[in-house]
């Protein structure tokens, strides 16, 4: 008997049903914002497509191939979009990878949407909510985007149940880890804080570069990662969300706290200067 499949009651024969992101959710993304055809921050993403690649055990991604399979989306995308980029490991049943798989074999999955509109958000801050929904630990795959993304679609329904724009996420020990849908940090005096990401969580591109952006445009800002809780949010001077779409976002409040709004605005700046200057341009 050959492999039979239904969607809605309805027979079907494509293959694309195996796809092994959605049976097993064997695959990884990175979303991108996308100006005048210009890939902003793609240094960063490339980083997370190969490592995340690499650290599944994924065949090694050659960068212009990759390039290429975005090419169509690129070419037709608006004066600002989003594009996400899906790769998985092709097709297949069986919780067991198939072997000896090539590049070939593997599936890409580009979407392109407008990028979202400049919101009250912007000017405000976020008002964020606890989320109940704790983020899943485990060292193999803290950092990846992969596509086990549940505790994130839970917690997201809880910001949006609560009429917030943003929820803070703790792993099961109590400690901050991130937002839904971006990374956290922590503004003390002239230090950054960010939770640690070795054991759950996902490592942000805009994240990984912000460092760097900050240093360009002359700031003494001290990095740190570090094991924090709700008391170190509690006793920040003020927070912002980050992350690769919407960028820098500052905390208006959290709980009771309200939170120095002014603080982030340099450091949003100058990510808008550094993304000015760090991107991949398709023409």
């Not at 650290?55 to 600002?80: H, I, M, N």
């Not at 490592?203 to 912000?210: D, E, F, I, N, R």
Request: net charge positive; glycine share 6%.
């Amino acid at each position: 008997m050959s492999n039979q499949a239904w969607l809605n009651a309805q027979a079907v024969c494509d293959a694309r049903i195996q796809d092994r992101g959605l049976m097993y959710g064997d695959g990884f993304f990175t979303t991108m914002l996308c100006y005048q055809q210009r890939l902003t921050n793609w240094s960063a993403h490339w980083h997370r497509l190969h490592t995340s690649a690499q650290r599944l055990g994924f065949p090694a991604l050659d960068q212009q191939q990759v390039l290429s399979q975005l090419a169509p989306a690129l070419a037709e995308s608006e004066e600002s979009a989003v594009i996400k980029l899906v790769i998985t490991r092709g097709q297949g049943s069986g919780y067991a990878p198939p072997t000896a798989i090539s590049y070939h074999d593997l599936n890409f999955i580009v979407v392109r949407s407008p990028a979202p509109a400049y919101s009250h958000t912007s000017r405000s801050g976020l008002k964020l909510i606890l989320c109940k929904t704790p983020v899943s630990s485990n060292p193999v795959l803290a950092g990846i985007k992969h596509l086990n993304r549940l505790d994130n679609v839970l917690a997201r329904a809880e910001v949006v149940k609560a009429g917030a724009d943003e929820g803070v996420m703790l792993d099961a020990a109590g400690l901050l880890v991130s937002g839904t849908q971006s990374n956290l940090v922590l503004v003390k005096g002239k230090h950054l804080m960010t939770p640690r990401l070795d054991s759950a969580g996902v490592s942000g591109t805009c994240l990984a570069s912000l460092p760097q952006a900050l240093k360009q445009a002359g700031f003494g800002y001290q990095w740190q990662q570090a094991q924090l809780t709700l008391a170190d949010l509690d006793q920040a001077d003020a927070a912002f969300m980050c992350n690769a779409v919407r960028g820098v976002q500052a905390v208006q409040s959290f709980q009771s706290r309200n939170f120095n709004l002014k603080l982030i605005q340099p450091i949003n700046q100058a990510w808008l200067n550094y993304l000015q200057n760090d991107y991949l341009l398709f023409s």
